[in-house]
């Protein structure tokens, strides 16, 4: 993840490995590095992940892609109050 110095301030960083495997499956591997910058309004947190998707046949329930978004506890939930903004840049990967 590339960023302009200037307006934002490093803050820190983690990664979060998505337990999505399912019915005795492996976990797919796949990641989120999750970055935190300092701002003039505070904390903002950025995702940048791939997704699986292309389940369309599948209950949200059983949706790969969207248990790996669930899968982003660092960040808050939809509805879910949070002191700090989040972004998620997610890419589908078919």
């Known amino acids: ?35 935190s910058f300092e701002c003039e ?15 369309e046949e599948k209950s949200p329930e059983e949706h790969i892609g969207l248990m ?3 899968g982003l506890t660092p960040l808050p939930s939809a509805g879910e109050p949070s002191d700090h903004p989040a972004i998620v840049a997610a890419f589908e990967k078919g």
């Open 41 to 55: 309004w505070g904390v903002i947190k950025v995702a940048n992940t791939h997704l699986r998707w292309g389940q």
């Open 1 to 35: 993840m590339f960023f302009r110095p200037g307006g934002l301030r490093f803050a820190g960083g983690s990664t979060t490995y998505y337990r999505d495997g399912r019915g005795g499956a492996p976990d797919s591997g796949h990641l989120a590095l999750i970055i």
């Open 68 to 70: 790996e978004i669930d």
